[in-house]
Structures are given as C-alpha cells and as structure tokens.
C-alpha cells in the first residue's frame, strides 16, 4: 500500500502533530464494535441532541440510543427521521427542542446548512441554554469553527470540534474515527457518548484544530485514492 503512511504535514501537521491519514482508515476499517460498553448511570443519564439526521445522522443517534443513552433528534425533513421512532430516539419538531440537553452534537452537510440552524431571525440557536456543550461533528469550515466557539462562549456555552472519518456503517458499528480538539475539561465530558461511536483521538485544545486536520487529511486521502 503506497499511501500506508501518508500524514498532514505543514501548517495543518503542526496542528495535529502529523496527523496519520492511515490511522484513521485503519480505525474506520477494522475497529469492530465493543464487546461491552463501560457507561456508568452518570454518563447514561446525559440527555443527547443531534441535529442533523441524515446518512451519518442517523446512525449516530441510532447506536447512542442503543447504548443507553436518551436521544432527540432534528432533521429538516422530518419524514427522513420518524424511521428512528422504533430505536428509542425521539424526533423533535423544530431545532430549538433538540438543544434542551446537556450535550448537543451536529451532523449535517456543509456550512450552510449549519449557518440555517444556528443563525436564524437574527439570534443564536443555543442561546437560551447555559452550560450546554456542543460537539461540532460536521465537516465545516476552520472559519465556521471558531464562528460557533466564539458564539457559544458568548452565551457561556462550550464548544468542541469533533469531526469524523469513515462511513455511515461504521457510525452505526462504532468504528468511526473521531478528531477532537477543544477544552480538555470539555472533551472529557463528550467522551462517553464520542466514544460509542468510534475511536476519539484529542489533537489539540484550540476546536479549529480539528476542522483544519480534517479538511487537510480529506484532501490526501482523494489524492491518494
């Protein structure tokens, strides 16, 4: 395999301490599910949000439900959500319920899709809901990063980017690979529910870090492919 040992170098490898494109594949391909799944009552009483319940969306709030954990979702096109009903996610009805919980995790498709959720009638989404940690789980924007952990911080609110590699069956088997960067303090209070998802590597405390890293490794892993 030629590209086995491919990193992010540069400014995006300063980031993340050459980040290794390979590891993430390898996590994403042979990462199998966990045998059991250490949560204590603590961590299960966590209530979850997900905005976005799309190809990877889905999945996600599927497997975390199943883990034990309680789950709202949103999706704009509600219709594509109520399948997760039978799961034990509950589907809410507008963006605004699915913040009234202690973490909320975003996954949807680009920048503009985030910009429509949280920017809307000239007020921030979350900021009625102190303490909330969001865990930024979309592929977005550097820019769009630090516009959400400013915002949030803003409302007393804390922000971490956690974007994944792999596809939708490896969020639904835990398999993802999962680039954290933000608050250490903050990153630990995500990791029981990131960890159910996949393997959560931290590459650094500034949440720009991680959407640098993805962008970067996304781009060679397409070269090399």
């Known amino acids: 395999n030629s590209h086995s040992g491919t990193r992010v170098t540069g400014t995006a490898g300063r980031y993340a301490g050459n980040f290794d494109c390979a590891d993430a594949q390898r996590c994403c391909a042979e990462r199998g599910s966990p045998a059991h799944l250490s949560l204590g009552t603590a961590e299960i009483d966590v209530r979850l949000g997900i905005l976005g319940l799309g190809s990877m969306g889905q999945p996600m709030a599927r497997r975390l439900a199943q883990a034990g954990f309680s789950v709202i979702g949103f999706n704009r096109t509600r219709c594509r959500a109520d399948a997760l009903l039978q799961d034990g996610v509950e589907v809410a009805d507008t963006a605004e319920q699915a913040c009234d919980v202690d973490l909320l995790i975003s996954m949807v ?117």
């Open 109 to 225: 498709s680009d920048d503009e899709a985030i910009e429509q959720l949280f920017w809307r009638d000239g007020r921030f989404l979350t900021m009625d809901r102190p303490g909330l940690v969001h865990a930024g789980m979309s592929t977005i924007s550097d820019t769009l990063a630090a516009r959400l952990a400013s915002a949030h911080s803003q409302c007393g609110q804390s922000y971490v980017s956690a974007p994944v590699f792999g596809p939708p069956e490896a969020a639904q088997s835990g398999r993802l690979y999962i680039a954290a960067a933000g608050d250490a303090a903050v990153i630990e209070r995500c990791r029981p529910a990131l960890k159910v998802l996949g393997r959560v590597d931290v590459i650094g405390s500034d949440p720009v870090t991680a959407n640098v890293v993805k962008a970067a490794a996304s781009f060679l892993m397409a070269c090399v492919v």
